[in-house]
DNA sequence: CATTTCAATGAGATCGATCTCTTTTTCCAA
DNA sequence: TTGGAAAAAGAGATCGATCTCATTGAAATG
């Protein structure tokens, strides 16, 4: 007596279980189970009666015993870099709209580029059993953790990014083309100076030199405009390139110290949203005007640039595409399906009045 | 024989449980618990013979059976109206450190605004035995789907919004105050033609008159601005008062038409991000200049607002830390603080070139 | 040496839904 | 009225980790 949380009074006592329902409507469990679940046969008047006593109840299934039990949580975990850019906003709506009409759920996580975090969430959402994985590694080095280990088989689909010698498909833009296409587009408006401001991982610094791990896009982005470069057969100017951590702090920096060369660079090309938004200040600061003394691409749309003056110009990526394929394609893993398989979409270059065309 | 799955040759077979360890480990399921999870009494040797198997086998803990053991899931469900804005963005990153810090995950789903989303989103969660729910709720109407029903005890915090008549905690910033002392900037530059662009739930229409269902921050910004109007004397044309659906076309035909009134309002109050950039877009195409022809201030900071010519006036709110204050609130219902208990952080106008002295 | 006292481990129940395999019931035909 | 098939419902096992409650064994004490 006394015991606290029997069922007992209609208060607010413990959730109702499906033994709770089959209970009260006088059926054992395996009966309650098919009427609510829909499947074997039942009487119409089972079902009413079930029925009946489960909204009575307010009975809600419990989705970590049903998901036990079945082996299915009907789940998918998304590993993304920078959950605050608007390429990556997008693509979570197209992957969160095509998995919900295929009846799944996505789980979200957030690792700002860290590779520890990374491995981190991929632990935790396999912990949770996730039916597959898609992901935006942070990593081109450090990718042991991407690859299942032993019958812990969810599959893995890489989002945006891919890593060479690992057997893992991918979902990816066309960044070499783009970028090489953004700087054939500087070179016909006659610009022979051409900055390249990169966004790699959130650490806290910039260089010259490519970074030892770098990125897939990041590094397809740099040799599209290498070969951009070399089909109007500029030299690279080393010091006109630039690879900086996506925070808007280490931004600005960059930006600033490749204004400050001299000679200055004409154009630059923005490698993400954090870039294109260090670049706007550093020229504000020494009173560049965009589209005029500095000519800027940047990459991915965003709402603020349907305001901002003078309209600039970016590479446009199908970014809510790339989600829905990208869910298609894992999706048809976590059925079975052994075939490699990656995906490529092409970008386009949308030019605005941010290019200038300069003297001859 | 021949039946697939079972854990014998070492390659790609079913995920290693606890009982294989055990087994491996020459020990009981009980023991093994133990050594894996610290707790109880284990000698060293034991220990150590655990520790290997588990690392040969590959073990992962599987959360849902834990989960469904314990009770407790360690995690908390986020469900947001609107994930693409900046207030958004920084409030999760707040309440996904706050809940990290505590030993809990936290799942974000997104609504738009749609009731009936919020409706499947909490209900999804609650499947999945979330021990908490931040909500930012759609509709001060139709909330029945937050309280928890029967034993459904999950304690719910409102983020960002309250809810009249429902006792439901909630941590909110003081939008009243912030809206009344933006309209009081705007008088103290001489303005006395003031429009007011309020961005509601998702619905593509605008209209004049508060909609029947309009959530508590909004009105209490639209409750502030007429505060702000009363402090001055000013009579409210209700034609300049903008209720509009927070998506970009809806809030740039809303902006279109309160610049289109005559006579027309010189200083534009907009309630939520997209409704500054319809302002902005609308006045645009009129040719407007902010901070000349119209006097802007808009709630929230977002990062291109740094680079933005002319710098925007802004109501500054302090969105990381509301997310972590909501989080320690949620996470002391969770274990059983029973005190109603509600929070309201102030908000900071921030001046910027956006409003201009127009002439007495 | 017998007995007490812990330390260490094991056996088995439990969480809640589902699914396989009976068992019971119903209904129709011979 | 009885056999038999089909329909409906029930019993019990299962998923994997954890936790309570024994039980074992060894050291310690008289």
Redesign the pocket.
Known sequence: MGEPGNARDGKTR?????????RLA????????????G?????????RKVAEAATALD????????S????KTLTIGVVVADISNSFTLNSIRGIIDASASAGYQSLVLNTDGDVRREREAIRVLREKRVDGLLVVPASRIEVDHLAGGRGHGAPVVLFDRFIDDLPLDSVITADFEASRAAINLFVQHGHRRIGLLLGTAAHHGHQESEPHDTVSAVRERARGAMAGFADANLTVNSAWVRYAGSVAPTALAAARHLLAQSPRPTAVLAGNEEMLLGALAAAEEIDLTIGQDLSLIGFDDAPWLAVFRPPLSVVQRPTYELGRQAVTLLLSKVEGDRRPNSIVLPATLVSRASVARIGS
Do not use: F, H, P, W
């Open positions: 413990k959730a109702a279980r499906l033994i709770d329902v089959a006088n059926v054992s469990r395996a009966t309650a189970a098919r009427a609510l679940g499947y074997g046969v039942v009487t119409q008047e089972t079902q009975y809600r299934v419990n989705d970590l015993a049903r036990m039990r079945s082996g």
